[in-house]
């Protein structure tokens, strides 16, 4: 055995190797030293992945297929070098807190033939890239990315049926052998280890390049698998464009670049999924120059309440006059947009220049400047696609806000380019941007923070058609698995509200699934810059104590901290925002008892307005109760959650 001295070396990060017949070995550590990758080169590439004494991964391959060959097969090492990185990142848009620390100990391998692998430990993961130094363009074939799991752990999985997919999916939780031959999964998907550690597999920094799902390998393993390049499509409407024939690579891309860091957040707590910056941290930096004009806030949605207002002298529908009733609404519990969902231009000729007679638009523009409401406009990608350059100058010159861009469906290599393209030339015309009908998010929103908020959740919309398939026992799998890659457009608010026993689904006149207060919890759960109001302004306007806490409710945080959470069970988290607090909790479908210590408020006196499950609430969904009274940080306070129930309140510094 030959050792070699190291010039970048410390106790925390650990990189060692040596030769003999079989491998080079190295490992990094992280800087609190919980995980620990151990890296293998013999001819190849393989890691392996170490929490605390628990082997996560045993020995798993990396490789990437350029032009034919397998690019980290071969090998001999060049160089290697460690960072050790202590640092604060403020993100543009806050999300979960205002500062976010960055801690990881990095290990980078250099090799002979000009590609390296890179290596990062975090406190609460592992992450590793590819990166290539060809001077030329390249075609990659394949990418292997392989899990090699020590036992045949239970996972949950969002199943998709093809890789045209909006990523609106189910957790199907099987052990990882019992995923199907015909069966892959998106990302993220969450491995339960026998010892309660939790996985989370998925991306971050994708660009040009396509997105991986997971399917089954051998044994206890999961692997990657990629779209193929689109060559031809079919359109059978306005909005759904599938990939007829495929090329037989998956991208087409410059030889020198970095490729996307596969991670995984390894967690003890099943709350720490919650609190992971993970993806965000390992994104690529701000591309931006100006950002002043992004302005988070929350929305009135017309599409989910079917425009359905009451008590005017004028027919609803999709025209000049509901849009000002939206408007007048917005401006008085001060939201700060609505949208103009589907109808506002005709889907017949995807005209996006030209809306429909009944939309008087630069009229609604102006009438919501002077109430300080801005419009966003929602379009399909495709007719924003065919109109791209004179749409956006368009947009900017009719003053819109944003755009909410719908049915992309894939996330092939041409795709993830549109969603970059839409990202940066929105920006350039000063418009937010909202993806739906999209895959998971994967970090475009550090460099792009105009992109606020993205859909890729089994969201409210559901209710209106399949509600027994979204309800709450998903909605307290989500915020560990989906929520974990970034905001989350779930679209909550409902005002009509429902048991099992009385549901049923109803397109025009949507009803949700759990009791009010679930309901009213979402907005404190489920991190969202750009937070919808679903329902009708009619209902909410009805609804008073309601209207107190959702016109207060921030939509971004300074900072988050878990009280309590159990995947599948319940989650209670409290967010700040300047001096006040808020708190939520979302249970599933079996009532419980929850306990919650507020010992994270600062010392001296708050008022509490709380809006508790009704006593009613098994039989009678939307009935709650809201309490205001004074409380300080050594209070508990005892939650009772009913069947599909919720707690919702707004603590204000005295």
């Not at 990142?89 to 000009?114: G, H, M, S």
């Not at 921030?554 to 959470?565: M, N, Q, R, Y």
Request: aromatic share 12%; net charge negative.
């Amino acid at each position: 055995m030959k050792s070699i001295k190291l010039s970048c070396i410390s106790a925390i990060a650990i990189l060692s190797f040596s030769f003999n017949a079989m491998a080079q070995s190295y490992n990094v550590e992280s800087p609190d030293g919980s995980n620990k990758i151990e890296v293998f080169v013999d001819g190849g590439i393989k890691y392996k992945v170490i929490h605390g004494e628990e082997t996560i991964l045993e020995s798993s391959s990396i490789d990437i297929s350029i032009g034919g060959s397998f690019a980290l097969q071969n090998l001999k090492v060049k160089s290697t070098k460690t960072n050790n990185i202590d640092k604060i990142i403020e993100p543009v848009i806050r999300v979960k807190r205002a500062k976010i620390e960055d801690q990881y100990n990095e290990l980078i391998i250099n090799f002979t033939n000009k590609n390296s692998v890179h290596f990062r430990a975090y406190n609460d993961g592992v992450a590793y890239r590819i990166e290539t130094n060809s001077k030329k363009e390249v075609i990659i074939d394949d990418e292997l990315i392989e899990y090699n799991f020590t036992d045949n752990f239970n996972a949950s999985f969002p199943i998709a049926d093809g890789f045209f997919t909006h990523y609106e999916r189910n957790y199907t939780t099987k052990p990882v052998n019992a995923l199907q031959s015909d069966e892959m999964s998106c990302l993220p998907a969450l491995v339960h280890m026998i010892s309660n550690v939790k996985v989370a597999i998925t991306e971050s920094d994708l660009y040009n390049y396509p997105g991986f799902y997971l399917v089954k390998g051998p044994d206890n393993s999961l692997k990657s698998v990629f779209p193929k390049y689109p060559k031809t499509y079919t359109q059978p409407d306005d909005r759904d464009v599938r990939p007829a024939e495929l090329h037989d690579y998956i991208a087409k891309t410059s030889g020198k670049r970095t490729f996307p860091w596969r991670l995984m957040v390894i967690s003890e707590n099943d709350g720490d999924l919650i609190q992971s910056e993970l993806v965000y941290k390992l994104a690529r930096p701000l591309e931006l120059k100006e950002t002043d004009w992004i302005k988070p806030g929350k929305v009135a949605w017309d599409w989910y309440n079917a425009n359905n207002i009451y008590g005017v002298d004028f027919e609803s529908g999709i025209n000049t006059p509901t849009y000002k009733y939206y408007i007048d609404f917005a401006s008085k519990y001060g939201l700060e947009y609505i949208i103009l969902d589907e109808g506002w231009y005709d889907i017949k000729t995807n005209d996006l220049l030209n809306p429909v007679p009944d939309i008087q638009l630069e009229e609604l523009i102006a009438y919501g400047e002077e109430k300080n409401v801005g419009i966003i406009l929602w379009v399909t990608w495709k007719a924003l696609e065919d109109q791209f350059d004179e749409a956006l100058q368009q947009f900017e010159d009719w003053r819109v806000k944003g755009i909410k861009v719908d049915f992309m469906q894939r996330d092939d290599q041409w795709m993830v380019e549109y969603y970059e393209k839409v990202s940066r030339v929105a920006a350039k015309h000063k418009l937010l941007v909202d993806f739906h009908g999209s895959y998971k998010p994967s970090g475009l929103r550090r460099a792009y923070p105009n992109v606020l908020s993205r859909e890729g959740v089994k969201g409210l919309e559901q209710h209106k058609w399949e509600g027994e398939f979204a309800n709450p026992d998903y909605d307290v799998e989500m915020p560990f698995i989906r929520m974990l890659a970034g905001p989350v457009d779930y679209t909550p608010g409902a005002m009509i509200n429902a048991q099992k026993k009385n549901y049923y689904p109803f397109f025009e006149r949507p009803m949700s699934l759990g009791t009010r207060c679930h309901q009213l919890a979402m907005y404190v759960i489920y991190e969202s810059p750009l937070q919808m109001l679903a329902d009708s302004p009619s209902n909410y306007l009805k609804e008073e104590e309601n209207m107190k806490f959702l016109s207060a409710v921030p939509s971004i945080w300074d900072e988050t901290v878990v009280l309590s959470a159990k995947f599948g069970d319940h989650v209670a988290l409290a967010r700040q925002s300047g001096d006040d607090w808020y708190v939520g909790v979302l249970g599933n479908w079996s009532a419980k008892d929850i306990e919650l210590d507020f010992s994270f408020l600062g010392n001296g006196e708050y008022t509490i307005e709380l809006y508790q499950d009704g006593i009613n609430a098994e039989r009678y969904a939307s009935d709650y109760k809201m309490i205001s009274r004074d409380i300080n940080n050594k209070e508990k306070i005892k939650v009772h959650l009913a069947s599909g129930g919720g707690w919702a309140a707004r603590i204000i510094r005295k």
